[in-house]
């Protein structure tokens, strides 16, 4: 009979009930969803800066082997087969736009994809030569757009016999944002710097192996001194910039979480109010025939808890879809699903609703039977 | 003993006397009508009598017990236990069906038991509107359900307030005969009522004014209509 009330009061009241069902569904799809991201996107983002951003370089040694392509195929020959999952050599020159010098760097772009996969490219990666990227900063001094011809030129007489008067028309096809120095930067192939300035040796390579610790160790170790030329080292970077982002992420997510519940709690606790006011009379009534305090808590409490919980399985389902739906867009990879979110979710509920509840129930006790006789 | 003794009861709102030292007794079995014009302490009364108000002053004894001095957690359990309230408002609960609205009352007494509930219903007519919401009802059948409601428990006093007020002569008559077959069943009836009509089937008729009892009379036609 209790669930036959509470729950007759839930279905056959709906439209009042549908607001804080709406409310509870709402926090607990948010609370559901943003944990879930929270708890997979960390996941996902490690696993992909890990297993294919840049996590050694090589550089030249001091002596006098000449630092080409060739001699870093050495050093990636001491690396196992499969491990290597990326590898873009960098070599940096000055050059000029509209009459500005500009740092180009020639690289293999299609590589620079899998080192450096937390560039965010505003446009198009290039496909061919002739194409290129531009990072932020000289984009903007220069007023330079995704789709420009830009005709580049070599260095000028003073810094080179060999310049090229006319110079190379290159397209860019995106502008490069990260946040860091890669912003102050030209990225072009090497074949197109080499057109610009001659031939010369490499800067640095930047390299993406799939290893663990020890190995990348090992690694290092054994390049340095079983290949000439070349001074490979570890880089911490994405690590450290990883788990700064992942931080604020986390600390968003939280306050996001925190703010929603409140706002839920608010918006049930209103509801409630409502309810039991408008329900006065029935109270009275249902004291007049004979209930106590208790029973009357009971009854409202059972109501908001049943709304809690089918509010909780509800945001819990939606929450899913939602994270989905965030993490496809904005990390483009699909999300694994929680199973321990769904109890989760639907504690929460119940207990935000629960405390949502307690001071209109309360308040419902109050009411005095004797209004059951007084006349309207 | 009585079933029912009030004894000196005042009800005082800050200088206005609603009941002004009332003294009454009711015996088992008996069908008052309590009249007066309103504002006149009936519902006063009935509330007090009903356990859902204290007196101001003076005992009210049921059953021997003065509930004027017992706590709200005792009038609670006194008023589920001994008393069956009819309302002019009807009061039933919207979101539930008639035979629900009954088994509200057996819930918060005993135990729900939809067989004895469906019979309440069938006393008073309604075995057919069983399943019905209370927006599906006439007034007249709303009322029969709150009387149903109210014999569920088999309580020692039937308290109506106004139980005809809101409704039509042939209803009017439907819940006149259902009372007489209370009173032959030798249920404690007190019925607050405007109409005196509706007095004038009871046996004793009680009048108020200014919360006091103005006449207490015998009605000598009893029965024979
Ligand atoms: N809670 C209350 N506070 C103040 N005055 C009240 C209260 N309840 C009833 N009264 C007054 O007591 C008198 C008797 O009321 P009531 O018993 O409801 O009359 P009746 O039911 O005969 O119309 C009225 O004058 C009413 O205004
Ligand atoms: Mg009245």
Not at chain 1, 8 to 22: D, E, F, K, T
Request: hydrophobic fraction near 45%; aromatic fraction near 6%.
């Amino acid at each position: 009979m209790f669930f036959k009330m509470i729950t007759a009061s839930l279905v056959r009241r709906r439209s009042r009930m549908l607001v804080a069902l709406l409310a509870i569904a709402v926090g607990a799809t948010i609370l559901s969803g943003l944990v879930t991201i929270y708890i997979d996107v960390p996941r996902q983002m490690g696993a992909e800066f890990r297993n294919y951003g840049a996590n050694m370089i090589f550089m030249a040694s001091s002596n006098d082997a000449v630092f080409d392509m060739d001699t870093v195929q050495t050093g990636i020959d001491k690396i196992e087969q499969g491990k290597l999952v990326g590898v873009a050599p960098y070599r940096y020159e000055t050059v000029r736009i509209h009459e500005q010098p500009v740092v180009a760097a020639g690289t293999d772009l299609s590589q620079v994809q899998t080192t450096s996969p937390y560039w965010m490219i505003d446009g198009e990666w290039p496909e061919k030569d002739e194409e290129m990227l531009v990072g932020q900063n000289i984009a903007e001094s220069l007023n330079l757009h995704a789709g420009d011809l830009v005709n580049v030129m070599g260095p000028t007489e003073e810094d080179s016999e060999d310049q090229l008067n006319f110079g190379v028309d290159i397209r860019v096809t995106g502008i490069v944002e990260t946040g860091g120095k890669e912003e102050d930067y030209i990225y072009m192939s090497m074949a197109d710097l080499e057109t610009l300035v001659g031939e010369g040796e490499l800067d640095v390579v930047e390299l993406s192996v799939s290893a663990t610790a020890e190995e990348l160790d090992r690694y290092v170790k054994t390049i340095e001194s079983e290949a000439e030329g070349i001074t490979p080292r570890l880089v911490k970077r994405v690590t450290q910039s990883e788990s700064t982002v992942l931080g604020k992420l986390q600390a968003l997510v939280f306050l996001v979480t925190a703010v929603v519940l409140v706002l839920t709690m608010i918006c049930v606790a209103t509801t409630m109010t409502a309810v039991v006011a408008e329900r006065r009379k029935e109270i009275g009534l249902r004291k007049a025939l004979g209930a106590s305090d208790a029973s009357i808590m009971k009854e409202f409490m059972g109501e908001g808890l049943l709304l809690g919980g089918v509010g909780g399985i509800l945001g819990s389902v939606l929450g899913f879809v939602f994270a989905q739906f965030v993490s496809v867009r904005v990390f483009a990879s699909s999300i694994r699903y929680q199973p321990l979110l769904l109890p989760v979710t639907i504690l929460v509920s119940i207990l935000i609703t629960g405390l949502a509840c307690l001071f209109p129930v309360k308040n419902a006790t109050t009411v005095d039977p004797a209004l059951v006789l007084k006349g309207e | 003993m009585s079933l029912l003794e009030l004894r000196g009861i005042s009800k005082i709102y800050g200088d206005l006397k609603a009941l002004d030292n009332i003294n009454l007794s009711v015996e088992n079995g008996e069908w008052t009508a309590i009249m007066g014009p309103s504002g006149s302490g009936k519902s006063t009364m009935m509330n007090i009598i009903g356990c859902m108000d204290k007196p101001t002053m003076g005992e009210v004894l049921l059953d021997g017990v003065d509930i004027a001095k017992e706590s709200a957690k005792n009038l609670t359990a006194i008023r589920r236990d001994k008393i069956g309230l009819i309302f002019q408002q009807f009061h039933l609960v919207n979101y539930l069906t008639a035979v629900e609205n009954v088994m509200v009352a057996q819930y918060y007494h005993s135990l729900p038991d939809e067989k004895e509930a469906l019979e309440a219903l069938a006393r008073v007519g309604l075995a057919d509107r069983a399943k019905h919401l209370p927006s599906q009802l006439s007034g007249g059948e709303q009322q029969r359900v709150c009387i149903a409601r109210a014999l569920i428990n088999h309580p020692e006093i039937i308290l109506a307030d106004e139980p005809t007020g809101n409704l039509d002569e042939a209803n009017e008559n439907i819940v006149l005969d259902l009372f007489r077959q209370l009173h032959e069943e030798h249920t404690t009836l007190i019925v607050v009522t405007h109409d005196p009509e509706v007095a004038e089937v009871a046996q004793r008729t009680i009048t108020l004014e200014h919360g006091r009892i103005k006449s207490d009379e015998i009605n000598k036609m009893f029965g024979r209509n």
